[in-house]
C-alpha cells in the first residue's frame, strides 16, 4: 500500500458539484492499493499515518502526531499512486489492485484509523467515483509512506 500523505489546513472532496466531506487542521492521505497488499498492511500503515510525527511542537520541530494535535483525516482512494512511467508515455497500473481487493482494503485502512483516532475524525471520499480534491497544504508537507518498506 502506498500512502501519499499531506499535511492540511483544510480540505474537501466533491462528487458532481457537491462537497460530501471535509476536514480542518490534519492530513489529507491519498491511498493506493496494490495487487500483493494484505490486510496487515492496511492495519500496519493505518498505524503509520497516525502516528507519524509531522505536526510541530512548541519549539517548531516535526515532533507531533495526528493524535496529539486532535486533528482529523481525509482518506481519498488513488489506485494511480502504483503508476509505472518507466517505459513510454502512457502510465501503466499493472501494479495497481483491482478493485475487487483493493476496496476491502480501503475500507480496512478506514476502520483502523477510525479505530486509533476518534471516529467522526476520519473522513472519505467514495471508492471508484470521479471527486474534486481541494485542501490548503499546510507547509507544505507532503510525505509518501509504503507498506512494503515499513519495519513495524
Not at 492540511?8 to 487542521?25: A, D, L, P, T, Y
Request: net charge positive; aromatic share 6%.
Amino acid at each position: 500500500m502506498k500512502a501519499l500523505i499531506q499535511k492540511v489546513s483544510s480540505s474537501s472532496v466533491s462528487v458532481n458539484e457537491k462537497i460530501i466531506s471535509s476536514i480542518g487542521k490534519g492530513l489529507l492521505i491519498f491511498l493506493g492499493v496494490g495487487k500483493f497488499d494484505t490486510i496487515n498492511d492496511a492495519r500496519k500503515l493505518a498505524k503509520k499515518c497516525c502516528q507519524l510525527r509531522i505536526f510541530e511542537d512548541e519549539n517548531n520541530k516535526m515532533n507531533r502526531s495526528l493524535i496529539d494535535v486532535s486533528g482529523e483525516i481525509m482518506i481519498i482512494s488513488q489506485f494511480t499512486l502504483y503508476a509505472d512511467t518507466l517505459k513510454g508515455l502512457r502510465p501503466s497500473f499493472e501494479l495497481a489492485a483491482p478493485p475487487e481487493i483493493a476496496e476491502p482494503l480501503y475500507q480496512k485502512f478506514i476502520a483502523e484509523c477510525k479505530l486509533i483516532i476518534e471516529s467522526e475524525k476520519v473522513k472519505t471520499g467514495i471508492f471508484r467515483e470521479m471527486m474534486k480534491v481541494s485542501l490548503v497544504n499546510d507547509g507544505p508537507v507532503t510525505i509518501l509512506v509504503e507498506s512494503e518498506t515499513m519495519k513495524i
